[in-house]
């Protein structure tokens, strides 16, 4: 007889799962790669969180496979967790990051990388 259901297929529950899994290491690895380029090399470019939200984004819904909101909060999380993360790696004081926010347009421009960071994370975390 025809099953009729798949048993190798994965649950919501073991996609989540591989999507935490591969997703924290490639936050590690995009923290790792921040900080290099921010204190080994000594350019400061926060337009990098741009690709890493993006990498974190696409590891999750190539692993994760899902379609359910879960995995972009995931992505968004582990995102923002990127950018507070090498922020505090880069400055290592939280007044030296709020002057960073408050510096006019150079303050706008760098809120707006972060920004962008979350919202790509959001939108490409999920398979659609």
């Not at 999750?60 to 995995?71: A, D, R, S, Y």
């Not at 993360?85 to 809120?111: K, V």
């Amino acid at each position: 007889m025809f099953n009729i259901y798949n048993k190798q297929a994965l649950t919501r529950r073991q996609r989540f799962q591989n999507a935490l899994v591969t997703g924290i290491p490639t936050a590690v690895l995009c923290v790792a790669v921040f900080w290099f380029v921010s204190n080994i090399v000594g350019v400061y470019m926060p337009v990098l969180f741009i690709p890493a939200g993006y990498l974190i984004s696409l590891v999750i819904q190539k692993f994760g496979k899902g379609v359910q909101i879960q995995f972009s909060i995931l992505a968004v999380v582990l995102t923002a967790l990127v950018i507070i993360i090498g922020d505090l790696l880069t400055f290592r004081s939280i007044q030296m990051i709020l002057l960073l926010f408050t510096n006019g347009t150079s303050g706008l421009w760098n809120i707006g990388y972060r920004v962008v960071a979350l919202v790509l994370a959001f939108h490409n975390a999920r398979v659609l």
